[in-house]
């Protein structure tokens, strides 16, 4: 992306609906076809997918190709993961597992330079432009355009989210509820769509947007992208890389076995 075009973070702060997909298949091929369908973003998943360092950077090329903001999903609240994820020059990183405002402030701490956090800086990296000149400026430009995203996922995360919303405000530039951990910890496992999911999902929603922070989660349904919009969902997730396939695939077969 050129310097000159907004960043994924200044769209988000300028209120723009954007829709993408997760990205479990290891694989830059599938990445860039994704991408090549206009989707604005999509997050490499090293928590629940297969995906290391080696691959997922070449995701993020084959994303940034066609003008689709490649986020990673580190596998936990790591240092070390957060800062090997972010010198590979994606546009962001999503957090798993946030429970708490401590957490949120580890978040802050590992993925921004000084003087907002700490995250260690190597100007020979991707992110850096693999080169020392202009090291200074680049400080301040990946402040300045890295998306920070955390999830907040089960019991613990949601009964905390007014701290951890407190604690993100101003660095943390999207909170994903993650629907599925949600029907779990609220005792319907799988069914993203119960009306209790759909009640707590709503009210997350909005105290989010109340802090300031554009709020995010999946669906599975091209008609419940609009739906989520209504309720002030901004980052949608369709299904992901397998769904998408499987669902393609799969409803074509039955047709020709009938």
Known sequence: MSESEPSFRERLAAGEVVVGTWSVIPSP???EV???AGLDFIIVDMEHGPSGFDVAADMIRAA???????????PSLDESAILRALDLGPAGVVIPQVQSSEDVRRVIEYSKYPPIGQRGHSPFTRSGGF????????IERSNSRTTVGILVEGRQGLDALDEILEAGIGAIDFVYIGLYDLAKSLGFPGD???PAVVSEM??????????GIVAGTITNSAKAIMELVGTGVRLIAYQNDTGILFNAVKPVVEALRR
Not at 65 to 71: D, E, M, Q, R, V
């Open 192 to 194: 993203i769509e119960h």
């Open 131 to 138: 080169t020392h000149l202009d090291a200074a400026a680049d």
């Open 29 to 31: 091929w599938v990445t």
């Open 34 to 36: 994704l991408a090549m």
């Open 64 to 74: 940034q190709l066609h003008g689709c903001a490649p986020l990673v999903r580190v």
């Open 202 to 211: 709503a009210m997350c929603v909005r105290r989010t947007n109340e802090a």
